[in-house]
C-alpha cells in the first residue's frame, strides 16, 4: 500500500489553465504539507494542514488554494497556471506530535510533474 | 535570515567513504535532518539529530555539533544505488524546516 498518493505524476498543460493535483495518506498522520521543488531543487514549503486546519500558508499566489476534505486529504488547485508555476508538487505528511522522535519526520508522495507550456 | 549551506555536488569512487557537510542558520533549533532524494523520486527520511554528536545507522552517520551550527552525513562503503541528492534541512523555532539545496552525489565504479 501506497503511504502517500498523489495523482497525477505527470501534467501538461497550457497557460492560463485551472489543474488539480490529489494527495491522500495512509499512515494516520495529523499533518500534511504541499511542497514545490523547482528547477533548482529548492523544497520550498507552500501550505501545511493540521487536521484540516491551515497552519502555515507561504507567500504564495493566491492562484494556489488547497484544500482539505479530512485530515488523510490535501488536494492543490491552481488557477490561471504561469510558465513559472512548472515544477514538481510534492505532498507530505507527518505524525502526531505525541509520536516521540519521529513527530517531525515528514513522508513525501512520489510527486507530481507539472509543466506549462 | 535562515539559511543552509552544502555542496552542490561531490564524486565519489564505489567503496570508499564520504561526507556530506551542511552549515545552518536558524532563528531557533528544533533539530536537523537529512534526506535522500533519488533521481525523479520524493525524499525519503535518512537521519536526524537535535543532539550534539554522531548518530550511526548501518553504512551511514550524522553528526551535529550546534555551537557551530554544522551537520555531516558520512556515508561508508558506498555502493552505486548511493547516487542521489542528499537532502539537509535544519527545524527553526517555529517547527518549520528550513532546506537546502542538496548534495547531488556521484558514484564512480
Known amino acids: 500500500d501506497t503511504a502517500v498518493s498523489q495523482t497525477p505524476k505527470y501534467l501538461v498543460t497550457q497557460m492560463g489553465n485551472d489543474k488539480s493535483i490529489k494527495c491522500e495518506q495512509n499512515l494516520g498522520h495529523d499533518t500534511m504539507y504541499w511542497y514545490k521543488q523547482d528547477s533548482k531543487k529548492f523544497l520550498k514549503i507552500m501550505f501545511s494542514y493540521n487536521n484540516k486546519e491551515l497552519i502555515i500558508n507561504e507567500t504564495v499566489p493566491n492562484r494556489f488554494s488547497p484544500k482539505s476534505p479530512d485530515k488523510a486529504h490535501l488536494n492543490l488547485h491552481i488557477n490561471s497556471l504561469e510558465l513559472g508555476d512548472s515544477a514538481v508538487y510534492f505532498c507530505a505528511s507527518s505524525p502526531p506530535s505525541g509520536w516521540g522522535s519521529g513527530a517531525n519526520v515528514l513522508t513525501f508522495g512520489a510527486g507530481s510533474r507539472l509543466t506549462v507550456l | 535570515g535562515q539559511n543552509i549551506d552544502q555542496p552542490t555536488e561531490m564524486t565519489a569512487t564505489e567503496g570508499a567513504i564520504v561526507q556530506i557537510n551542511c552549515t545552518y542558520q536558524?532563528?531557533?533549533?528544533?533539530?536537523l535532518f537529512w534526506y535522500q532524494q533519488h533521481a525523479g523520486e520524493a525524499p525519503t527520511f535518512l537521519s536526524y539529530?537535535?543532539l550534539d554528536g554522531l548518530e550511526e545507522k548501518g553504512r551511514f552517520s550524522s553528526f551535529l555539533s550546534r555551537s557551530k551550527g554544522y551537520s555531516y552525513l558520512l556515508l561508508k562503503e558506498l555502493q552505486m544505488k548511493d547516487s542521489a541528492s542528499y537532502l539537509c534541512?535544519?527545524?527553526?523555532?517555529?517547527?518549520?524546516?528550513?532546506w537546502g539545496a542538496g548534495t547531488k552525489l556521484i558514484i564512480k565504479p
Open positions: 536558524t532563528s531557533g533549533f528544533n533539530g
Open positions: 539529530n537535535v
Open positions: 534541512a535544519a527545524m527553526d523555532s517555529n517547527y518549520q524546516l528550513i
